[in-house]
């Protein structure tokens, strides 16, 4: 039987053992891993993925886009599929430090949990990373009026540009460089997710527990201190003074489903291409 090869093209230095991981777990059979991909250099990987099998064995080949930079791991999938014309090509899969998968999975909860999304005003704190990015879209495309946070306001509103452009939306940025910051911005929010790096905390308990607009919150991380205080991360649509509360983990069950299930679909075709939009409709159909 045709063996089923994953090639992993991360834009960070050293290819993710997450990725090859689930990877594995999502059923290929071989993983190959490259570093430092750029869209300069990836067309002669991409040549090595698309001429070298043909009819039904070709879609044994895929291809997974990676790394800690949303902007990046973009610019990479864009090069990969022009690279592809006619049959050459393979199914090819963004998702960068977990960006589709994860926030497809988190937003799909909050959505399935709440019925709706329109019209809610989301705030996600430290959106600036993969993850908030991803989130921050898919939030405003769910009718969501959306603010991204980070420390430095010309970072946040270099990050709202790219996705608006990207996804035709319209979120804002704001500065929050400290607690007393993000607990003003939480203020009248209905949605608050927390997107921050691993292991920091970024709001207390008392910072939201009290404020009354809010109808859920989300962290993606898992690394205590959690994103935010008070919470479990295992908490998943839990009730926690009158809000509905998902943790990490709670998230992180439905994205690693998620995840594996996108590679496993990779294998059934050349044609798939898995990005925040083809994540998110399989998440909410899973979720
Ligand atoms: P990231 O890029 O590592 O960090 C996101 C943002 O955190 C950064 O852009 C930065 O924003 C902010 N930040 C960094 N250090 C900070 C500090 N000391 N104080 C305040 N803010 C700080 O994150 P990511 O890759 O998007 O991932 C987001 C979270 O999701 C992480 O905690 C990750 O572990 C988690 N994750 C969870 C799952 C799951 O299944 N639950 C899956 C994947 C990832 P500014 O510089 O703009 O302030």
């Not at 991360?10 to 490259?34: E, L, M, N, Q, R």
């Not at 910051?181 to 920091?200: C, D, P, T």
């Amino acid at each position: 039987m045709t063996k089923k090869l994953l090639f992993l093209f991360d834009t960070d230095a050293v290819p993710s053992v997450f990725d090859t991981v689930v990877g594995y777990d999502g059923g290929a059979d071989h993983i190959t891993g490259y570093g430092n991909v750029t869209p300069e250099n990836v067309g002669a990987l991409v040549d090595g993925t698309i001429y070298t099998r043909g009819g039904s064995e070709k879609k044994s080949t895929a291809i997974f886009v990676g790394g800690g930079n949303m902007a990046a791991g973009e610019a990479v999938l864009k090069a990969v599929k022009k690279r592809f014309f006619g049959p050459f090509r393979v199914s090819t899969m963004l998702d960068s430090n977990g960006s589709n998968t994860t926030a497809a999975a988190g937003v799909a909860l909050v959505q399935k949990a709440a019925g709706s999304l329109q019209g809610k005003k989301a705030v996600v704190l430290a959106g600036t990373g993969p993850v908030g990015m991803r989130s921050a879209a898919l939030l405003a495309q769910e009718g969501a009026s959306v603010v991204l946070c980070g420390r430095s306001l010309d970072k946040a509103q270099a990050a709202a540009d790219q996705i608006n452009q990207r996804f035709k939306v319209a979120i804002s940025a704001a500065a929050t460089p400290d607690a007393a910051s993000r607990a003003a911005i939480v203020k009248g929010q209905n949605l608050v997710f927390s997107a921050g790096a691993i292991g920091i905390e970024l709001l207390s308990e008392a910072d939201w527990k009290e404020e009354a607009s809010i109808e859920f919150i989300a962290d993606y991380n898992a690394q205590p201190p959690l994103g935010f205080g008070g919470i479990d991360a295992m908490d998943k649509a839990k009730e926690r003074h009158g809000k509905i509360v998902f943790g990490a983990l709670g998230i992180g069950g439905l994205k690693l489903k998620l995840h594996r299930a996108c590679v496993g679909k990779l294998f059934e075709s050349t044609e798939t291409v898995f990005d925040a939009e083809e994540i998110y409709a399989l998440a909410k159909s899973m979720a």
